[in-house]
C-alpha cells in the first residue's frame, strides 16, 4: 500500500518544526513508519541548495531564479527521499512542499501561479499531498517569534513585511480553494490548542 504524503505549510514562525513532531507522534501511534523531510533541503545536495538560499549574504536574486532552485531542491528531494519511502508504503512528512513555492514565489515575489503549475507540471505531475496542514499566524507575531530566537534571521526572514503579507494571502486562498486537502490551523493559539487541532484535523482527515 502506498504511502502518504502529508505536508506542513507556513509563514515565517509560524511553528511549524514543532507541528511536525506532533503529526509524527500521531502517526507512529497508530502503527505507521513514519519518514520526516523538510524543503528545501532533505538530502545533501538540496540542503546545500537550502543554504544558498536562506544565507543572507545571498542577497537578491531573480525571482525566477529563486523558483528554479526551489524546484531543483524539490526534484532531488522527490528523488532520493519522497517517492521511494511513499512506494514502501511509508507516510512522509514534508516541512514545506509546492504550496510554499505558490506563496513565497508566486505570491510574495509577485510570479503568478503558471511558473509553479508549470514546473509541479515536470517535477511531479502524478504525486501531490494527500493532507497539508497550513499553520495560520498574523505576520506580526509570527516575525515577533523570530526574533525572539536570538539567532539572525535569514533571508526569508529578512523581507519586508508586504512581501510576507502577501506570502500569508496566498496561502489562505489556496485553503479557500482547496479545503478538502488543506486545513487551516491556528498557530498564534496557545501550543496546547495548537496540537489539539493538527490531532483533530488528523483523526477526521487521516
Known sequence: ????????????????????RCVADWLERHGRSVILTR?????????QIRALLLDPDTGELAPMTELLLMFAARAENLARII???????QDVICDRFTDASRAYQGGGRELGTAAVDALAGLVHP????????????????GMARVDRRGQPPDRFEQARAGFLDRVRSTYLDIAER???RMVVIDASAPLAEVHAAIVTALEERL
Open 39 to 47: 524543503e528545501p533541503g532533505g538530502t545533501r545536495v538540496a540542503e
Open 83 to 89: 517517492r521511494p519511502a511513499l512506494e514502501a508504503g
Open 126 to 141: 502524478d504525486l501531490g499531498p494527500d493532507l497539508t496542514l497550513l499553520l495560520d499566524v498574523p505576520v506580526a507575531i
Open 1 to 20: 500500500m502506498r504511502g502518504r504524503l502529508i505536508t506542513l505549510e507556513g509563514g515565517e514562525g509560524a511553528g511549524k518544526s514543532t507541528a511536525v
Open 178 to 180: 482547496e479545503p478538502q
